[in-house]
């Protein structure tokens, strides 16, 4: 029989949601959203609504395992749990994953989910963001957003063309991971080993730049890496950051991940152009915080990033010059082929151009893997992520640009 739950000390009036916590649309502005919440959290939670201090811990524990090793979403469910508890923590707490509004399914087996998040807006539909699911020999990595947009305006990313409209809650964080899960079947109601996973990666490389919702992010990858939580080792998580300078460092102290950097130029003139952050925190200081990076080794390398653009920052030069700037740093370089998107004014570099570049790299003893380009046919692919909502816009928007542009010369 499931344990009685004792909420004879509950407050009166309603409850005020906990920091941080997105309440789903349909659900009482009252109703607070367990998803997300810190173990502290969950117990503050817990303790605002009348718990008594004696079952916090055990409860936090009851309900952590439900949610995070179990997929479990509805109350009902959680049969450790009285009928009398299940139904009065119903009365004030949600388990609540963003809204699916599209899924989409790659002819190379990559899915995409276009998910909408609460609104701050009355009678408005929320924002919305993407995840991206890609499967591979081995393993299957899940590209995860941190934020509505962007700040950065990375000029050969799609994302970078959609204004920042606000951060992720840890919870719609983490509610991407969960969606992703139940769509691969990855509970153990599913009848799945825990030691056979289809989801075995998270990237934070989705929409947003990571370090700039740096609270949420942490404390999301914190319930990834949470042995009693969705339990992926901190090894098989890569935060990926345009170079937000100030907060790398403080990442590897407070995260732990593996850290992976959008480089992209070898230069400060040409960065400034792809990567306008760059103009506030410049290549030789964006490499020094990298190799401050804690825990940096050969056994946890640096990923760096380099999109291949053509005419732009391709030459056998350039990747002489990427050679000798990542000296001395443990490192491995992504390459990544240009993925167009409507509107852009990039093109991907020839194949034989990525080789010659590839092996200029490779001699100098980095692994230097170009990126097979995944998800294309349905707007999955590196830099194409874009909240179908603005995407029509922005394509109108850039069409535009360009005539009236040719019409001045």
Known sequence: MGATLDLSHKNSGTVPPASGVATPADAPASKINLM???????????????????????????L???IYHHGLSDFAEMTTLSKEARAKLAEAFVI?????????????????????????????????????????????????????????????????TQKLVR???????????MIARDALGEWPHSGRNSSDRLLTNIVMMGMGEPLYNFDNV???????????????????????????????VRAGEEIGSMLAISLHAVNDETRNKLVPLNKKYPIAELLEACRNYPGLSNARRITFEYVMLK??????????????????????INLIPF??????????????????????????????????PRGRDIMAACGQLKSDTVKARAS????????????TI
């Open 96 to 160: 609540a994953r963003p809204e699916i509004v599209v899924e989409q399914k790659s002819t190379d087996g990559t899915r995409k989910w276009l998910l909408r998040l609460p609104s701050d807006k009355p009678g408005l539909p929320g924002p919305e963001v993407e995840a991206v699911y890609i499967p591979e020999e081995g393993r299957g990595t899940l590209c995860v957003s941190s934020q509505v947009g962007c700040t950065l305006t990375c000029t050969f990313c799609h994302t970078g």
């Open 218 to 248: 942490r404390d999301a990858l914190d319930i990834v890496s949470d042995g009693e939580g969705l339990s992926l080792s901190k090894r098989r998580i890569t935060l990926s950051t345009s170079g937000v300078v100030p907060e790398i």
């Open 64 to 66: 952590w395992n439900a």
């Open 396 to 407: 109108d928007r850039f069409k535009t640009e360009k005539a009236e542009a040719s019409e």
């Open 167 to 177: 951060n992720l809650t840890a919870g719609e964080i983490i509610g991407q991971i």
């Open 339 to 372: 993925n167009p998107w409507p509107g852009t004014d990039y093109e991907c570099s020839d194949w034989a151009t990525i080789e010659k570049f590839a092996d200029v790299v490779n001699r100098a003893g980095y692994a230097s893997p170009v990126r097979t």
């Open 311 to 332: 005419g732009v920052n391709d030459s056998l030069a350039d990747a002489k010059e990427l050679v000798r700037l990542l000296k001395g740093i443990p490192a491995k």
């Open 36 to 62: 997300g919440l810190t173990r502290e959290g969950m117990a503050q939670a817990l303790r605002d609504f009348g718990l008594p201090e004696k079952q916090i811990r055990m409860r936090v524990g009851q």
